[in-house]
């Protein structure tokens, strides 16, 4: 099955509410002893008064699209209903909520539009560095102010050896886990890197790999294999097979992705 592309419009849109929601969240950053109202969801997870004040910017932005919103943030649609889907949009408002409520590092806005063969265009923003990351098929990987003023291409910088291994910080022990078979774990270094930030990492030549054993959400990943689509890389399972999206359970178990 081939992939379509974003249209125009869709792409516009896509960039347009990574930057709304980036100024939304610059805006509910904590300051001092000011806080956000903060409760837990069902599966652990945190969720504040920004997540929803981003999730209520993007939506606004992609509903022109005429494109359907899964997002973690909104109940997700009936399994039976959305599997019917040609294409829909597939947002996580806030990746990284809890290095967003310490005013730190490492939160970003995922953004990905999907269609039946994965996502197809992707856009990461990153708040507190101003910039947006953004590809997908047919679409070279670009980078853009929050602004969306100037879209520039993103060349990545040379690979390096050892190689450079992104991961989660819990994650970081598990090395031998985390590597590529063709690749030798003793020519391979590892750092913790938050979140979607990792796939900007082998967008821009900071890093050769990354992977992830434990378990993600579809939203926390599609923004960025569409951005890893655009450089013709993989983002695959721990089998080697692509990733399957708008699934039962939204889960996915584990993924690697590698220029090298």
Known sequence: MSSSQASPLEQQAAIEAGGAAARVLLKALPKGDEELSISEKADGSLVSSADLASQHAIQACLERTGVPVLSEEAAAPPFQERRAWSRYWLVDPLDGTESFLKNRSGFAVNIALCDATGPIFGVVADPLSNRMYLGGVGVPVQVAPLDGSTVKPLHPSPIQRPYRLVTSWVEEARLQDLVPPHIDPSDVVSRPVSGALKFCQLATGDAEIHARTGPYMEWDCAAG???????????????????????????VHGLRCSRV
């Open 225 to 251: 294999d569409a951005i890893l689509r655009g450089m013709g890389i993989d983002v695959v399972d721990l089998q080697g097979h692509r990733l399957k999206y708008n699934t039962e359970s939204l889960r």
